[in-house]
């Protein structure tokens, strides 16, 4: 049985807008997205593009490095907007 080489185009949340990011970064394959930190390329691209990008940009980065990690991500997980929603979740108190 052949098994079927994801792209990068493939991964949810990633559209013609985070393909160029990730090139600019040097991310052009799933196997070296999946070892990269979200954080780091946020903050990357913001130095590379000399501006401060919105931090939603952060939740797609996030997005596309859960699924390059792990191609069962669960499908709601997949989506930047997931992890907008766990970001914005406040702190449980001690």
């Known amino acids: 049985m052949k ?5 990068l185009k493939d ?8 393909l160029r ?3 600019r970064l040097g991310i052009r394959s799933v196997a070296k997205l999946a070892t990269q ?14 501006q401060s990008h919105d931090i939603c940009l952060l939740d797609v980065f996030r997005a596309a490095v859960a699924q390059a990690r ?12 997931w992890w907008s ?7 449980l108190q001690s």
């Open 70 to 81: 792990n191609p069962r991500l669960r499908p709601e997980q997949c989506l930047w907007w």
């Open 85 to 91: 929603k766990k970001r914005k979740r406040p702190a």
């Open 11 to 18: 991964l949810l949340s990633v559209g013609p807008a985070t």
């Open 3 to 7: 098994t079927q080489r994801r792209e």
């Open 21 to 23: 990011d990730f090139d």
């Open 37 to 50: 930190n979200p954080q780091a390329l946020y903050a990357k691209f913001n130095r590379l593009s000399g």
